[in-house]
Every structure is written in C-alpha cells, then in structure tokens.
C-alpha cells in the first residue's frame, strides 16, 4: 500500500435532469445509502481521508449530505458547467496543498471497490502522471475508447472522433482518473476547450501529459464497478448489483440465505454466523443480528438489534429502537416498534408491541396490543418477567404488568397490575336459553312477509 500523501475529488455537481426527481441525482439512494455516501465510503475503506467535494451551486442539501458523512471533506462550488476539467478545477486550492496523488471519482459512479482505487494509486508509484481506468464494455457504443500500446495509454478517443477500426476497441473509458499530485495542476491547466462544445474535458489530459513526455498509463475494472448512474432504471440495476455483492458477503460471512435473490439488504446490515434468513426478508437500515438467529419469510426489519438463537417472523415487522432478546420469538403478523424483549420471551402472533418493554419469559398472547398512543403523546407499557398476557388483550398505557403477573383473555387493563396478581377486566358474560333459535325463527317471518 501507497504511503503518499492523496486527495480525491469528488464531482457532484450533476442536476440529473433524467432522474425526472426534485432531489439531486447523487443522493439517490442504494441499499438505504446516497450514490455519494456510497464514493465517500468507498474512500474511507481505501485509506483516502483527505477529501473535495464539488457542488452545484444552491446545493445545500447535497453539502449537509457531505457534512454528515465526511465533516473533515471541503466543499467546492461549480458554478458554471464548462466540463469536467473545469470542475476539477473548482477544488484548485485543496489539490494545491501539495499532495502526491490525486484521484477524480464521480458521485454517480457509486459502485467502485477500494482495491481499484489502490491499484490505480499503485501506478502513479510505478512513475505515471496519469493513470485513467478503464473497462471491457459488452456494448462499448458510445464510450469513449483507450488506445493503448502495452501498458502505455496513447490516447482517449470518443466515439464520435473514432475511426472505424477505433470504434471495434472495447476496452473503454469510465472517468475516472489518478493524477500525479506533483503536477496535476499545470496538466490541468494545460487542457483546452478547442471541441464544439467549448468546453474543458478531463480526456484530454492524456495528450497533455504526452505532450509533456510525461508517462500515461491504465487500469481495468470491472464495467459493473465502474457503471454511472443517470435514470432511475439504471439506479435499480446498480441496486441489483449492489445486492448481490450484500448477498455474497453475507454469505461468505456464516449466514445461510435460503433464496438469496429476494433477500434485501441494507449497506449498514450485520448478520452473525449460522443466521438462517428465509425468503422475501428486507432488512432495513441499522440492523444487527446475532448468530444462530432465524428470520423466516417475509418479515421487515429496520433499525433494530436481534440477539443469538431468537426467532423473528414469518411475516413479522421489527421497526426502529426495537430490541428482541437471546432466545425470544416474534411469530408471524408481530410487529414491535421502540420495544424492548427479554430474553426467551414470546410473542407468537398476530400482536402489537409499541414502546414497551417485555421481561425474560413473558408470554403475549395471540392479539394483543399495546394502546400506546392518546393521539398527542406516546405512553410506556412495561411487562415483568413471566408475566402471562391472554390472547385479545388490549394493555392502555402507561401502565406496568408486574414479573409473574396472569391477565385474562380478552382484558382491557387501564390500571397497574401486581407481581403474581390476576387481572381480568371484560364484560360480565350473559346467558339465553333458547334465543338462537327465537332468533331465527323471527328473522324467517320477516324475510317471507318482506320486512327485512
């Protein structure tokens, strides 16, 4: 690994008018994390801490996007649009600051790995002043192409300028480059705006660089690495790629994945080892979830901490702040929200479960809730330890169930329940001999005579 001193330039300053959004193009999200919160991870995991981000301007939203992912990055504004050289150029006083390398990634270019960022710093060690990355296009119509001789890159052509036998080349440009840091400026510089558009483009840096006798090389990704990211049809094919590397990691990481293609996971999602996940399972951004744990079909969890042996779903719905113990079960049609449940609890079906915390060994019985909410404030139930709730119970917070307490099916329980009480609160049952079938009989004569 490369001991000099780099900055990456990040170029966020496209409007994406093809996303047909009011929000800016590169905080479109992939597996719960902006298209630019995914470029500025990337550089972290690739030891790259020194950071310039260029904006559009007006753009504060994607700033306090900058602000909260990378606050040490600085924040550069492009207010006119005359290419991507000219963009680069708007950071000139951080790649001023005399670093060895610079790195140009895009926002819309989220699915680039660390180790292609390395082994492009690696050949600005081997004495490259430019290394651009390229990519073997399946379909390279409309790329611009690398002329390469060996390992030396002679030229970026776009397609429009290439020749026919220039066009038949698939080995293609992605955007990307790594500078030599010493005199990235003054290549920059050097670069014209001498095409149709009068504009400044990155390309062109190569020529100048050879023009200067300097060395110019390449690197190869992947094309799926290096895809950007214009519409939102190619926004869901990058989320499917994304997904499938979430997927193979999980996988390689000890979890078993009983239908690996309709599980979705988050960027954030940890699964510990010998987690069995069933199919069509979401998991939801800040989800922790420890070994030897069972999530069956069709569940949703987000923003929640499951811990060893429990079992959640099927069709269950863990929200945000909940907390489900060693050992405990949320069944199926479950959903939690701000709960906390001990360990071995069980809550086996068909149950709402709000802010509320559930003792080790509590049983909630089938169609229960938590009335947790008076339409202004939100209320705390908590329930002790082995405490017993029977099935169709409503529990009207705020109110405490004590450890070992028994409440009987079909209760409305408004106030405190003591440890190893019972507590049973429903209409007093009443009893007619023979009225179903007076009932019946009456309803008859109404139907015959049209009375009904």
């Given at each position: 690994?490369?001991?000099?001193?780099?900055?990456?330039?990040?170029?966020?300053?496209?409007?994406?008018?093809?996303?047909?959004?009011?929000?800016?193009?590169?905080?479109?999200?992939?597996?719960?994390?902006?298209?630019?919160?995914?470029?500025?991870?990337?550089?972290?995991?690739?030891?790259?801490?020194?950071?310039?981000?260029?904006?559009?301007?007006?753009?504060?939203?994607?700033?306090?996007?900058?602000?909260?992912?990378?606050?040490?990055?600085?924040?550069?504004?492009?207010?006119?649009?005359?290419?991507?050289?000219?963009?680069?150029?708007?950071?000139?006083?951080?790649?001023?600051?005399?670093?060895?390398?610079?790195?140009?990634?895009?926002?819309?270019?989220?699915?680039?790995?660390?180790?292609?960022?390395?082994?492009?710093?690696?050949?600005?060690?081997?004495?490259?002043?430019?290394?651009?990355?390229?990519?073997?296009?399946?379909?390279?119509?409309?790329?611009?192409?690398?002329?390469?001789?060996?390992?030396?890159?002679?030229?970026?052509?776009?397609?429009?300028?290439?020749?026919?036998?220039?066009?038949?080349?698939?080995?293609?440009?992605?955007?990307?480059?790594?500078?030599?840091?010493?005199?990235?400026?003054?290549?920059?510089?050097?670069?014209?705006?001498?095409?149709?558009?009068?504009?400044?483009?990155?390309?062109?840096?190569?020529?100048?660089?050879?023009?200067?006798?300097?060395?110019?090389?390449?690197?190869?990704?992947?094309?799926?690495?290096?895809?950007?990211?214009?519409?939102?049809?190619?926004?869901?094919?990058?989320?499917?790629?994304?997904?499938?590397?979430?997927?193979?990691?999980?996988?390689?990481?000890?979890?078993?994945?009983?239908d690996p293609s309709t599980v979705y996971f988050s960027h954030d999602t940890?699964?510990?080892?010998?987690?069995?996940?069933?199919?069509?399972?979401?998991?939801?951004?800040?989800?922790?979830?420890g070994d030897k744990v069972q999530i069956h079909a069709f569940s949703h969890?987000?923003?929640?901490?499951?811990?060893?042996?429990?079992?959640?779903?099927?069709?269950?719905?863990?929200?945000?702040?909940s907390k489900v113990g060693e050992g405990a079960k949320i069944g199926n049609?479950?959903?939690?929200?701000?709960?906390?449940?001990?360990?071995?609890?069980?809550?086996?079906?068909?149950?709402?479960?709000?802010?509320?915390?559930?003792?080790?060994?509590?049983?909630?019985?089938?169609?229960?809730?938590?009335?947790?909410?008076?339409?202004?404030?939100?209320?705390?139930?908590?329930?002790?330890?082995?405490?017993?709730?029977?099935?169709?119970?409503?529990?009207?917070?705020?109110?405490?169930?004590?450890?070992?307490?028994?409440?009987?099916?079909?209760?409305?329980?408004?106030?405190?329940?003591?440890?190893?009480?019972?507590?049973?609160?429903?209409?007093?049952?009443?009893?007619?001999?023979?009225?179903?079938?007076?009932?019946?009989?009456?309803?008859?004569?109404?139907?015959?005579?049209?009375?009904?």
């Amino acid at each position: 690994m490369t001991d000099k001193k780099c900055i990456a330039v990040v170029l966020a300053a496209g409007e994406g008018t093809r996303m047909k959004s009011d929000m800016p193009k590169v905080l479109h999200s992939l597996a719960g994390r902006s298209m630019l919160g995914h470029v500025l991870n990337t550089l972290h995991e690739a030891d790259i801490t020194d950071i310039a981000v260029v904006i559009g301007p007006n753009r504060d939203d994607v700033a306090s996007e900058i602000g909260s992912l990378a606050p040490k990055a600085s924040i550069h504004v492009q207010t006119e649009r005359l290419g991507t050289a000219h963009a680069i150029l708007a950071a000139r006083e951080s790649i001023g600051q005399n670093y060895d390398q610079v790195l140009v990634l895009f926002a819309d270019t989220p699915l680039i790995e660390p180790a292609t960022l390395r082994a492009m710093r690696s050949r600005l060690d081997d004495g490259s002043a430019v290394v651009a990355l390229g990519f073997e296009a399946e379909n390279p119509h409309g790329y611009g192409r690398f002329l390469v001789d060996g390992a030396t890159l002679l030229a970026i052509r776009e397609h429009k300028d290439a020749s026919e036998a220039e066009r038949k080349v698939s080995l293609c440009n992605s955007g990307l480059m790594a500078i030599d840091g010493k005199r990235a400026l003054e290549l920059i510089d050097s670069i014209g705006n001498q095409n149709a558009q009068k504009e400044y483009y990155l390309t062109d840096i190569v020529d100048v660089a050879r023009q200067h006798s300097a060395k110019t090389s390449y690197e190869i990704a992947p094309e799926a690495d290096v895809m950007g990211v214009n519409d939102r049809a190619q926004l869901a094919v990058a989320e499917r790629i994304l997904q499938d590397r979430l997927r193979k990691k999980a996988m390689v990481n000890g979890a078993s994945l009983a239908d690996p293609s309709t599980v979705y996971f988050s960027h954030d999602t940890v699964l510990g080892r010998d987690v069995v996940v069933e199919p069509n399972v979401v998991f939801g951004p800040k989800v922790v979830v420890g070994d030897k744990v069972q999530i069956h079909a069709f569940s949703h969890i987000e923003d929640a901490t499951i811990a060893p042996h429990a079992s959640v779903g099927p069709f269950a719905r863990i929200r945000p702040g909940s907390k489900v113990g060693e050992g405990a079960k949320i069944g199926n049609f479950v959903e939690l929200k701000k709960a906390d449940i001990g360990a071995g609890a069980k809550i086996s079906h068909l149950s709402y479960i709000g802010d509320a915390d559930v003792g080790a060994e509590a049983n909630i019985g089938a169609g229960t809730i938590t009335c947790n909410y008076d339409g202004f404030f939100k209320y705390k139930t908590v329930i002790g330890e082995g405490a017993f709730i029977g099935a169709n119970s409503s529990l009207v917070a705020p109110i405490t169930i004590g450890a070992g307490a028994y409440v009987g099916s079909g209760s409305v329980i408004t106030k405190e329940v003591a440890p190893d009480q019972l507590a049973v609160a429903r209409g007093k049952q009443m009893a007619k001999d023979g009225w179903g079938a007076q009932f019946r009989a009456a309803s008859q004569e109404k139907k015959k005579a049209g009375k009904a």
